[in-house]
């Protein structure tokens, strides 16, 4: 009798690890199914957040364009505007707008050429 009660006994136990063993097996691959996902996730929100950088870089670019366009266009302005003056100054005093130009490159060339 105590044979039979080893034989179920064992069963039982058999029974009992197959089970835990099955149970296991089903976590681990819940486990692996769980990090999987959470990489997709992961990864959906890195992409979210690289073409939220994309925008946002793409947006500063137009707005520094536009700023450069519209300094462009007032120093545009302010040198047409001052041309005229220039032009009546060179034209009362052309042998001191020649010395002036001469002593500015000369200023130039001294400073670019130096090493």
Request: hydrophobic share 40%; net charge neutral.
């Amino acid at each position: 009798m105590s044979e039979r009660r080893n034989k179920n006994g064992t069963n039982n136990i058999d029974k009992r690890l197959g089970a835990l063993r099955s149970d296991l097996d089903e976590l681990q691959s819940d486990m692996k199914g769980l990090a999987g996902n959470a990489g997709d996730v992961v990864d959906d929100r890195v992409h979210l957040a690289i073409r939220n950088a994309e925008n946002v870089a793409e947006r500063a670019y137009r707005l520094a364009e536009e700023a450069a366009t519209h300094v462009a266009d007032d120093v545009e302005t302010w040198a047409n505007g001052n041309l005229d003056s220039a032009r009546q100054s060179v034209r009362a005093k052309p042998f001191s707008a020649i010395a002036l130009s001469l002593g500015a490159g000369a200023l130039l060339g001294a400073i670019f050429l130096r090493r």
